[in-house]
């Protein structure tokens, strides 16, 4: 399934997972508002341009669900409980990501180290081009993040901002959701 690594995400071949952000793990974690926002303008413009959304809830009866900017612009089938820190140890995700057909998959969501770094390895583990959507994510402590930003880029995920990922997704300004997903930067 795998093709060759790309230097820029294409929406054509993209996925987005937004890893835990979830109503009782949110407060504890630094920025989680501008987070939050961020991986809301993501899940938004995913949508109007046709990517495949999912969103992993760890341990959800214990953590809450995912926060309802975010849960309320996905449906329930694309909400992926789970046990293991790794998504990718979930067979719900690992073939959610082989039925979407798709090889590019961008990551966001908390904790940077624990969730969403294991989950990003197991991508990458499983042939899969990873992005990290780096000012998407977040952790109880700064260090803890930035350790995780800088294993995954040495371990080869693609680093990006929200706002890169965006207008890569986009291509160019003739695009019908150019208007839309200039609206999303323009608020987070």
């Known amino acids: ?30 920025g989680a508002e501008g987070i939050e926002r961020r991986c809301s303008a993501l899940v ?3 949508k109007a341009l046709e ?21 309320g612009l996905v449906a329930a089938s694309h909400v992926i409980a789970k046990r293991h ?4 140890d979930e067979a719900g995700l690992r073939l959610a990501l082989k039925d979407s057909g798709r090889d590019q998959i961008l990551v966001a969501g908390m904790e940077t180290h624990v969730c969403v770094m294991q989950t990003a390895l197991g991508m990458l583990e499983a042939d899969y081009d ?20 800088d294993r995954l880029r ?3 995920a693609t680093l990006a901002s929200t706002e890169m990922a965006l207008f890569e997704w ?11 997903i200039l609206s999303l930067v323009k608020e987070y």
């Open 1 to 30: 399934m795998p093709t060759a690594r790309a230097h820029r995400i294409e929406h054509h071949r993209a996925v987005l997972v937004v890893v835990d952000v979830q109503a009782r793990l949110a407060p504890h974690v630094i």
């Open 44 to 46: 938004q413009g995913a």
């Open 51 to 71: 990517i495949p959304v999912f969103l992993t809830e760890h341990c959800p009866e214990a953590l809450g669900a995912t926060l309802p900017a975010i849960r």
């Open 85 to 88: 820190f790794s998504a990718m």
């Open 130 to 149: 990873c992005w990290l959507a780096t000012d998407a994510v977040g952790s109880r402590r700064q260090e803890d993040r930035q350790a995780a930003i």
């Open 154 to 156: 040495d371990a080869g």
């Open 170 to 180: 986009l291509k160019h300004a003739d695009h019908p959701a150019f208007r839309t």
